[in-house]
């Protein structure tokens, strides 16, 4: 009968333990000194080497050697390792978590040890016990008898008792690195004659998540076809996850425009088995990649890929927007959240696709700002801030009404030259409203200039800003280069801010927001009381 790797290759001495050196050094001098606990809680992830540490640690504390203990080669080791000995005892808490099995516990606790120096008790999945089993353990938790060892295991601590746990000595196991991940599964190929790439263990070790188990067991699966030799491209066809080149093509097509060939080539890697979710989690990915590649000049041991592949993700980062990368992750991260309980992930891939084309198609989004506030329109007769009748801050690029011009198209008409005019003062509120709106989505805070500054100028090089206290004032100036920014984006004209006070010479403020209705809107947003002083 077949063994599992994770079951043939389970560690039987301490220095076999991959990634818990915290850990080890701890119960190894613990009992090299005959200073053990009397009960012990494991926490960690899956696949961390919880059980197994514990029955290592059992092993230790009844094995025959005189040298190192555990040798894993005593008769109470083989013993231990075979489940056969009868002073550990294995309780699986998931399905023995009622009273009654905590009662029968308790009265095996009273009997010594029949072979072992030590009685040790390995409660799994701890955190499943009943409340009542909980307390009916307490008192024998605390005070056992000296020849008794308790060793807790839990996923989820959180869900023990305070009473359990100020009771027990708490090791915390973490995440197995990647690269430890890879030495350990490279050694086992090794020795089972099989061939298999860096690349191809580089992506077992990212999909295992920091989990022995789980990477091992990707890896089983890899060498299960009867395959010598193992490359990256049977490791994704496994995982039914997509090549690095399918998701630079696909950003590729979405930055063009292209939202038809984006779609069938999706269409064709889902055609050819990968899982949708999977997809979605790898194209994420992909962004996070690019991103990396745009900050960190030697990104390798951060990304975890082959060479090639990461030359290929930095010539596409160069030339892709610090914003669209933002907004990809953004609107991947909201469809994979939606997904999770969706029965047609694939078609909300499919839309997050048209909106990422659709955004590319149009102006450059604000970070933070998602794809739906961008192709939003206001009814007409809308009221602006100060009171006065707004148009739309951004009509539908779409939409081809007559008669219409988004703000974006304010001041485009060119004069007589053949240079395009400044705005109208009549269309400073409107480019003020749909400056704030943008601001607001990418600051909350940002509603203290739309509620107590206004667009009074906007001359050939600059445009003014008045503002009706000194606290505004510094708000504007610390967000100058957004402000900007934005002013550029709804008049086609990179200008630099002036910043004016009312009472200075510039034009009043029709329908001040007064500081009361500030201190009320920071009350809203902070859910604290403001006192104006």
């Not at 590649?293 to 030697?298: D, E, P, S």
């Not at 933002?326 to 997050?352: C, V």
């Not at 602006?384 to 939409?399: E, I, R, V």
């Amino acid at each position: 009968m077949y063994t599992a790797l994770y079951r043939a290759y389970r560690p039987e001495v301490f220095d076999e333990i991959l990634g818990q050196d915290h850990i080890v050094r701890i119960l190894k001098n613990q009992i090299q000194t005959d200073t053990t606990s009397h009960a012990y809680l494991f926490c960690g992830t899956r696949g961390t080497g919880k059980t197994t540490t514990a029955r290592i640690l059992a092993k230790g504390l009844n094995c025959l050697s005189e040298g190192d203990r555990p040798c894993g080669q005593c008769s109470v080791c083989r013993e231990i390792k075979e489940g056969t000995f009868l002073d550990v005892i294995e309780i699986d808490a998931a399905s023995n978590n009622g009273v009654d099995n905590i009662r029968e516990l308790r009265e095996s606790v009273k009997y010594p040890p029949a072979a072992g120096r030590k009685k040790v008790y390995i409660i799994d999945e701890v955190h499943m016990l009943s409340t009542g089993a909980f307390n009916a353990l307490l008192k024998t938790l605390e005070e056992p008898p000296e020849y008794v060892v308790f060793i807790l295991a839990t996923t989820e601590p959180h869900k023990l008792p305070a009473t359990i746990l100020s009771r027990c000595m708490r090791l915390d196991f973490k995440r197995v690195p990647e690269n430890v991940l890879i030495g350990g599964m490279s050694e086992i190929c090794q020795k089972k004659g099989i061939q298999v790439s860096d690349s191809a263990l580089r992506i077992i070790a990212a999909n295992a998540d920091g989990s022995v188990r789980d990477g091992l067991s990707i890896l089983d699966q890899c060498i299960s076809g009867g395959d010598t030799k193992v490359d990256a491209s049977d490791v994704l066809e496994f995982l039914g996850a997509s090549g690095e080149e399918t998701f630079v093509e696909l950003t590729d097509l979405i930055r063009k425009k292209r939202t038809s060939d984006a779609i069938v080539l999706v269409a064709q890697a889902l055609a050819d088995g990968k899982d949708v979710r999977q997809f979605m989690r790898d194209w994420v990915n992909h962004y996070r990649n690019l991103l990396m590649t745009k900050f960190i000049k030697n990104p390798q041991e951060i990304i975890n890929m082959s060479v090639e592949n990461i030359d290929r993700i930095r010539r596409q980062s160069e030339t892709i927007e610090l914003t669209e990368i933002n907004q990809g992750i953004l609107e991947l991260s909201r469809t994979i959240n939606e997904a999770k309980w969706s029965t047609q992930p694939r078609i909300l891939l499919e839309l997050a696709i048209v909106k990422l084309s659709s955004v590319s198609a149009g102006r450059t989004p604000i970070m933070g700002m998602t794809s739906e506030r961008m192709i939003s329109s206001e009814p007409a007769g809308s009221q602006g801030y100060y009171g006065k009748p707004a148009g739309s801050p951004l009509q539908n690029a779409t939409s081809g009404s007559p008669g219409e011009s988004s703000v974006s198209e304010i001041g485009h008409a060119p004069d007589e030259d053949g240079n395009k005019a400044a705005p109208e003062p009549k269309d400073y509120d409107r480019i003020w409203k749909a400056v704030f709106e943008d601001g607001e989505a990418s600051k909350g805070s940002f509603y203290i200039v739309g509620s107590g500054a206004a667009l009074t100028s906007i001359e050939e090089h600059s445009f003014t800003v008045t503002v009706r206290s000194g606290h505004v004032k510094a708000y504007a100036e610390r967000n100058r280069e957004l402000l900007e920014t934005l002013m550029e984006r709804h008049t086609g004209k990179k200008r630099s801010m002036k910043i004016a006070e009312t009472g200075a010479g510039a034009a009043s403020m029709e329908s001040e927001a007064s500081m009361e209705d500030i201190a009320q809107e920071a009350e809203k947003l902070l859910g604290v009381n403001v006192e104006i002083k």
